[in-house]
């Protein structure tokens, strides 16, 4: 079942306990920060026990342990009125889906033993596929776990590449003036800032209004790969930035070099090799959402041009 989107939200009356997982992510800390803001009782998983006194300036309490864990998440489950979940990134592993599908395991698992009856689960564009579409794929088999989950409610939300992910390539474009990429000459991209996600995912959570198992997808626009490089090269004063289309070997090699391990190169360029293909935004096609997030790469600029100062020399003044 697929679901559309409305980017609004509404309060419920009664206040409501929410299992919030990431940590201080992209997503779970605007997610987290909102909930609380509205009066809900919120806690947060994270592996590191330093994130606690963060997470707790947001108003929210720590649960620190791992999603790997099973016992540790089924007690932070317990007695939770929704829970939010996501697999954070493990860039480290030797076998990157198998660690998403044990995650989603897990979270199976617990919710489970925990009596959990509502899940919004963060997803992405491409989990339609069971093989073929690196660690986007994987989250077929998350989905897929939730799924199986009997008296429980799942909202699945796909979305978009996160505006946050140019940030990693910052670094190649002040050393080579370049972002570059295997997605395909020009490929089009649905793009989502992170607080159009958790706008999305607190309004889930607190309206509570969805039944069975669906999906909606999220985005905010969709760029193609130039005018991506445009807009970021806009906001460093860097009118030249230009997109390289990268052929799979060389991207490989690359990251390689980079220092990525082969696990993490080879499933990135496997989701690349997707998208350029055509296979990754297939179904989202199918099923493009009713209405899209508020902000754009173009304001993304400023939080992108603030970062990339940061790594290196003060940008010079506009005028």
């Known amino acids: 079942m697929i679901g559309s989107s409305v980017f609004q939200e509404r309060n419920h009356e009664q206040p409501m306990n929410y299992l919030i997982t990431g940590s ?57 009125d929704a829970l939010f979940t996501l697999v954070p990134p493990d860039m480290q592993t030797d076998n990157w889906k198998n660690y998403i599908a044990h995650v989603g395991d897990n979270y199976a698992n617990a919710i489970t033993r925990a009596g959990v009856k509502y899940v919004v689960n963060l997803s992405s564009i491409g989990a339609h596929l069971r093989e073929g579409c690196g660690p986007a794929g994987a989250l077929h088999y998350v989905e897929e776990a939730l799924n199986s989950l009997s008296g429980v409610h799942v909202r699945h939300l796909r979305a978009g590449f996160f505006h946050t992910n140019f940030l990693r390539d910052i670094d190649t474009i002040r050393s080579m003036g370049i972002i570059a990429a295997n997605y395909g000459r020009d490929a089009s991209i649905p793009l989502v800032h992170p607080d159009d996600v958790a706008n999305m995912a607190s ?24 005018s991506i490089a445009r807009t970021l090269g806009a906001a460093v004063m860097m009118p030249g930035l230009r997109w390289v289309d ?61 970062e990339y100062a940061r790594r290196g020399e003060p940008l010079a003044e506009k005028h």
């Open 24 to 80: 201080l992510g992209h997503v779970s800390r605007p997610l987290a920060a909102k909930l609380v803001r509205t009066g809900h009782s919120v806690t947060v998983v994270t592996r590191r026990a330093e994130k606690r006194a963060a997470i707790e300036a947001l108003g929210a309490k720590a649960a620190v342990g791992s999603l790997l864990d099973l016992e540790f998440l089924s007690s932070a489950c317990h007695g939770v």
């Open 203 to 226: 309004m889930e959570l607190k309206d509570l209004q969805f039944t069975l198992k669906s999906i909606r997808y999220i985005d905010g626009e969709r760029l193609d790969t130039q």
């Open 246 to 306: 990268m052929a799979d070997d060389e991207l490989y090699a690359g990251m390689l070099e980079r220092g990525f391990p082969p696990e993490i190169a080879d499933n990135t360029v496997e989701m690349g090799r997707c998208l350029r293909l055509g296979r990754m935004l297939e179904d989202y096609l199918q099923h493009p959402p009713a209405a899209h997030g508020k902000i754009t790469l173009e304001a993304f600029g400023a939080e992108f041009a603030e």
